[in-house]
Each structure stands twice: as structure tokens, then as C-alpha cells.
């Protein structure tokens, strides 16, 4: 079940960076998180009242506050990167964030996973590297030297650390709560940050209506997953959204795709599979 919604959680992310790409034309990445974060916890809100059990108070409330300030500036730097630099020099970076989580899953959750797990988590890692180089047709290295040039890189590597560190705040959050009360609780906090920052003023428009749906829905999985299997598994089952999206290249705009990169990525999330 972990691995399901994992895989769909990997979907709907393709779909949400594609799709981002095109709102961020038009829209600050701040004006797109608030309305996102809004609508998706507007979408949570009656199956979180339904659900409103936080069974221990002094976790959640240490957590939450953490948790909620690091992933604001976290998602203010995506959607940025997302702006101001080619998706194929800014999401090769987010590959490393499964193997960070490797170490801090560990330090921070107690979370070992076996070695073929471990495998598997490179692989993919590997595979995802691979597929988004073939995109621009450069040397291995291109994204890490994109560090040094392109501020869309540098803000992604950011978002990885982040992230590596608030999976596993997740954790603790949805286990002091239910998946559903911490999705809705982190999509509420981080819109009103927001608002906060816009000063109160926000404008809204039907695209980021589908966004938030996909957002909602991608959360909410993420969070019922990461109760289920060890938190590197599931990023990087995750990160197989760069696998779809090159897929939905191929298939709706007959662009080409690194079969090596594709081979890896699927070899990575069957070892995976097999090993939860």
C-alpha cells in the first residue's frame, strides 16, 4: 500500500512541475504556494475535522512550528527555481534528496534500511540523474556546475537539504496526529504564511484550482505513506515523477528519453518493491 501511493504521489508531482512551469509565467512563486497551500487545505478541512486526533500534544506542537517555517521557504525556493531556470538544470538536483535522507532518516528516526534497499534507493537516484541530463544533452556534471551559474540550481540545492530534514519532521508529525489533521494542518499554516507575506492580498485564477487539487492529493498520500514504509523509500519512489514526466514527453509531444536513465529508475523502484 506504501509503495502504491508513493507511485501516485510520483504522478501527480509530474504533472504538479509541469503544470507550475506554466502558471509561473504569469504569477509570483509566492501568490502560487498561498493559493495552492489555501485551496488545498480548504479540500482537507472536512476530513480533518472528522479526524482531528493529535494523540501526543508536546510532539506535534515541538515539530509543527519547525517543520512549518523550514518547508515555507523550502517551497518559496522550488517554485522559484521552478521560474527562473530550465527544469533540466534544476530537478537533476532534487535526485540526491533520497540518498540525504539515507543518513538523516537514520540519525533522525532510527529508520536502516537493508542493502538491496539501499540499492534500490541509488538506482533510482542514479536513473532520475541520468534521465534529466539527456534532456540537454551535456556532460554528467552540467547540474552540479549549474551551482555555480544558474540561481535555480542553487535554490534547489537548498530545497534538497531542507527536505531531507523536514520528511522526516513529517514523520514524526502524522505519528503525533493522522496523516489527513498534519496535511491539513502544514497546507493551513503554510497559506496563511503566506497571506501574511502578500499583505493580505491575493488573487486567484482556475489553474491554480487543478494545482491545488494535485497538491492536496499528493500530500495526502505522501503523508499515509510515510506512516506505512521508511521515509527514503517513499522519496524515492517520489522521485519517479521524473520518470513520468518524460514518459508524458513521449507520449503527447513525441520528444525522446535515455533508456538507460528509464531502465535504472524502473530496476530501482522493483528492488524497492520487492523489499519492503
Known amino acids: 500500500m506504501g509503495f502504491l501511493l508513493s507511485l501516485l504521489v510520483a504522478i501527480l508531482e509530474s504533472f504538479k512541475d509541469i503544470y507550475s512551469k506554466g502558471i509561473l509565467r504569469d504569477y509570483s512563486p509566492l501568490l502560487l504556494m498561498t493559493n495552492m497551500k489555501i485551496l488545498a487545505s480548504l479540500f482537507l478541512f472536512p476530513f480533518a475535522v472528522l479526524h ?15 517543520n512549518l517555517f523550514l518547508n515555507f521557504f523550502a517551497f518559496y525556493l522550488y517554485f522559484s527555481a521552478i521560474k527562473v531556470s530550465p527544469l533540466s538544470l534544476s530537478l537533476p538536483m532534487l535526485s540526491f534528496s533520497p540518498v540525504l535522507l539515507l543518513f538523516t532518516s537514520r540519525v533522525m528516526l532510527g529508520e536502516e534500511l537493508s542493502g538491496m534497499g539501499i540499492l534500490g534507493v541509488f538506482m533510482v537516484f542514479t536513473g532520475s540523474y541520468i534521465l534529466n541530463i539527456s534532456k540537454i544533452r551535456v556532460s ?5 556546475k549549474a551551482i555555480f551559474k544558474e540561481r535555480g540550481s542553487v535554490y534547489i540545492l537548498i530545497v534538497v537539504l531542507i527536505w531531507s530534514i523536514t520528511a522526516n519532521l513529517d514523520k514524526m508529525g502524522v505519528s ?23 499583505k493580505l492580498r491575493m488573487s486567484f485564477n482556475f489553474p491554480f484550482l487543478y494545482l491545488s487539487l494535485a497538491d492536496t492529493l499528493s500530500t495526502l498520500f505522501q503523508m499515509i505513506a510515510i506512516s506505512l514504509i521508511p521515509v527514503p523509500y517513499v522519496i524515492s519512489i517520489k522521485r519517479l515523477n521524473v520518470l513520468f514526466s ?31
Open 246 to 276: 518524460s514518459l508524458w514527453g513521449i507520449i503527447f509531444l513525441g520528444e525522446s528519453a535515455n533508456l538507460i536513465g528509464i531502465l535504472f529508475m524502473i530496476l530501482g523502484g522493483l528492488i524497492i518493491y520487492y523489499h519492503l
Open 176 to 198: 503525533s496526529s493522522s496523516p489527513i489533521f498534519w496535511s491539513f494542518s502544514m497546507s493551513l499554516g503554510l497559506g496563511v504564511l503566506g497571506l501574511l507575506f502578500l
Open 52 to 66: 482531528p486526533q493529535i494523540s501526543d500534544y508536546r510532539t506535534f506542537l515541538l515539530v509543527y512550528p519547525i
Open 140 to 144: 554528467l556534471l552540467e547540474p552540479i
